[in-house]
């Protein structure tokens, strides 16, 4: 404690599956001392924020959960909305992570004292707090993004964007315009596409589909999972293999792209019979590109009398309709942007400072990068969930998370054990492994000939990882402390281990 400012050995920034499971290896590894700052009143992250009819995951149930809490009696093969805040909440109850958690505390920036080696954390309500350790679990997907368009304040009609959904206003009857065609479009549209009058699709270019087998488990399966609790054990292998299996189509083997694109173009055939939609609806970039977008209800939905794809570009908005280049107008009652995340905007708005007082924001203006995704030189004890280069085009962030959480508990018994005033990664070791990265990232299908939240405006993937997940465990499987600056501290500092 200094003076009347709180202090902590890791302060956590976030409740959604980086913090919470970040918060269980620090209880698991015996440091008790850590607080969790959380902007909203509830855990849960990107799965508290977006309530839009049919939110849901793409990966499996089994595989989109903790390894420490795998055998959770999921309803839904893919996981929903509601059912995977449950989840989180399970966890944090179950773990004892709800009296660490400090809600409606949103994070403004923290500064880093080199001379203390603490992170001086500052809070929009105007508290400070201090920690040896500082952990973003922000995320990527936290931040809707919502393009600019000439007369768009004109527009007298409703507007939101998927992850603030206006529950208040009421479809039915209206006609409606949805801006997007990612991923959160292809669960909300068919949902709503049911209750509107008549709906436009805004869609600057198509993603590749391909198809989600959903449904609840019956019920002899879910008696069978509760008899025989190693099914969860086997289920959740053999979905990991397969996901790695689906990896390959991202990394420049051409067959295994091939294959996804055969998939797809079967799946379109099937469900599109007019072969003027169907041209609407086939990309012109190779899988990967953007993100693959799973569910067999999308493509019936554009076939829908209702619906109408315009792929026309949008040059403004009057009081009552959107404009496109096509000199067509489209009156509309309702605006609804499905136009994803600020995803390469890491950290934002947060402004972090490290030694020398340098902006982050400010190195990373022309792209973020990180060593293996956690560290940047410059910023000490300071760790990212969820980071550069972290994201996967095939399989579970969740198993990432693990990754990085038990490569960060790692790091920090090596400060304590060392006594080190902070640990900072080495410039040299974050450009070796950057240049590697996006060596192979050129050679990946996410960098294709297309628009995606992957890349940035230049080009350049900053979010997507390039290799298997058993590659990102073994790279984060032990601290190589060799690649990092090793600061010793004047006296004794211990890591506190009790809160």
């Keep these: 404690m200094t003076g009347n400012i709180p202090s902590t050995s890791v302060a956590i920034v976030g409740t959604g599956f980086g913090g919470l499971g970040m918060a269980y290896y620090l209880k698991k590894a015996g440091i008790n001392s850590f607080v969790i700052f959380e902007k ?63 809600f409606r505390q949103e994070v403004s920036g923290a500064d880093f004292d080199e001379q203390r080696g603490l992170w001086q954390i500052r809070l929009a309500s105007g508290e400070r707090h201090e920690a040896r350790i ?49 991923a959160s479009a292809v669960q909300f549209v068919p949902e709503i596409a049911r209750q509107v009058k008549e709906l436009y699709l805004f869609q600057r270019s198509p993603g590749w589909v391909a198809p989600k087998f959903e449904k609840p488990f ?83 939905t554009m076939t829908r009398p209702n619906v109408e794809i315009v792929t026309d570009s949008i040059t403004g908005f009057s009081d009552s309709a959107i404009c496109t280049a096509g000199a067509g107008q489209y009156p509309v009652d309702a605006v609804i942007y499905g136009t994803g995340f600020a995803a390469t905007e890491f950290l934002a708005p947060m402004q972090i400072r490290g ?3 340098q902006l982050l924001s400010e190195q990373w203006k022309a792209g973020a990068q990180a060593y293996l995704g956690m560290a940047v030189s ?71 000939n297309c628009q995606s939240w992957y890349k940035t405006a230049a080009g350049v993937n900053t979010n997507n990882w390039v290799g298997s997940q058993m590659a990102y465990r073994s790279r984060t499987r032990k601290v190589m402390l060799d690649h990092y600056h090793l600061i010793r501290a004047d006296a004794e500092y211990p890591i506190a281990l009790a809160a």
């Design 218 to 300: 019956g019920r002899l399966e879910r008696k069978l999972f509760d008899t025989l609790p190693f099914l969860h054990d086997l289920d959740r292998m053999r979905i990991f293999l397969i996901t790695e299996a689906l990896g390959y189509c991202y990394r420049g083997h051409k067959l295994a792209e091939l294959a996804v694109r055969a998939l797809a173009k079967a799946q379109l055939r099937l469900q599109v019979k007019s072969p003027q939609l169907r041209g609407k609806l086939t990309p012109d970039f190779p899988v990967g590109c953007k993100r693959i977008l799973l569910t067999t209800e999308w493509l019936r």
């Design 378 to 448: 410059g910023f000490p004890n300071l760790f990212l969930l969820y980071g550069p280069n972290t994201n996967l085009g095939s399989g579970s962030i969740v198993y990432m998370l693990e990754s990085q959480q038990r490569y960060m508990v790692k790091a920090i018994r090596d400060i304590a054990r060392l006594n080190l005033r902070y640990l900072d990664v080495r410039e040299d070791a974050q450009l070796e492994f950057n240049s590697w990265l996006q060596l192979l990232s050129r050679s990946s299908t996410y960098e294709g």
């Design 134 to 182: 500082l952990i973003s679990a922000v995320g990527q997907l936290h931040r809707p993004s919502i393009p600019v368009f000439p007369g768009q304040a004109a527009f007298r009609g409703r507007s939101f964007h998927s992850a603030r959904w206006d529950h208040g206003y009421d479809l039915k009857g209206k006609s409606v315009a949805v801006i997007g065609s990612g």
């Design 40 to 102: 909203a009143e509830d855990v849960g992250g990107v799965w508290r924020e977006n309530t839009y009819p049919g939110a849901g995951c793409d990966v499996p149930s089994h595989l989109y959960s903790f390894s420490f809490e795998h055998r959770y009696p999921w309803v839904y093969r893919y996981g929903k909305q509601a059912e995977i805040l449950a989840y989180m909440r399970h966890c944090a109850s179950k773990f004892g992570i709800y009296p660490h958690i400090r």
């Design 355 to 357: 030694l020398g007082g």
